[in-house]
């Protein structure tokens, strides 16, 4: 069973920054790509892309939403993705998730991922 375990995120002022920790763990282990989602207030049936990459590293893709401020990375040796936020809004206050996929396809479709972190709070206020 693969475990993605979120840290990293909490509250924090316009224009600051933060940074969102995925590890993943399990037997057997093995991605095409991790991307991050989030969940916004009042919009929990939603998950919105936000970054994605693939594991080779050959690929990244991001919202326009955040092009310029998030930076998705990941470590192989630790099975671990990270999102960076960088110049925060409010509008990026949300429920965090990272999630897994094992296939090739859209990178920004939430349906395609199979395996889900427990998602981390980030909230940035005015």
């Known amino acids: 069973q693969v475990q993605l375990v979120e840290s990293g995120g909490g509250l924090v002022q316009v224009g600051g920054s933060l940074r969102l920790s995925c590890v993943a763990s399990?037997?057997?282990?093995?991605?095409?790509?991790m991307a991050w989602f989030r969940q916004a207030p009042g919009k929990e049936r939603e998950f919105e892309f936000q970054?994605?990459?693939?594991?080779?590293?050959?690929?990244?893709v991001y919202a326009d939403s955040g092009k310029g401020r998030f930076t998705i990375s990941r470590d192989i040796a630790k099975n671990t993705v990270f999102l960076q936020m960088n110049s925060l809004k409010p509008e990026d206050t949300a429920v965090y998730y990272c999630?897994?996929?094992?296939?090739?396809?859209?990178?920004?479709?939430?349906?395609?991922?199979?395996?889900w972190g427990q998602g981390r709070q980030v909230t940035v206020s005015s």
């Open positions: 999630a897994s996929k094992t296939w090739s396809g859209d990178l920004s479709k939430p349906h395609l991922y199979n395996y």
């Open positions: 399990g037997y057997g282990f093995s991605t095409y790509a």
């Open positions: 970054a994605a990459i693939t594991w080779s590293g050959a690929n990244t």
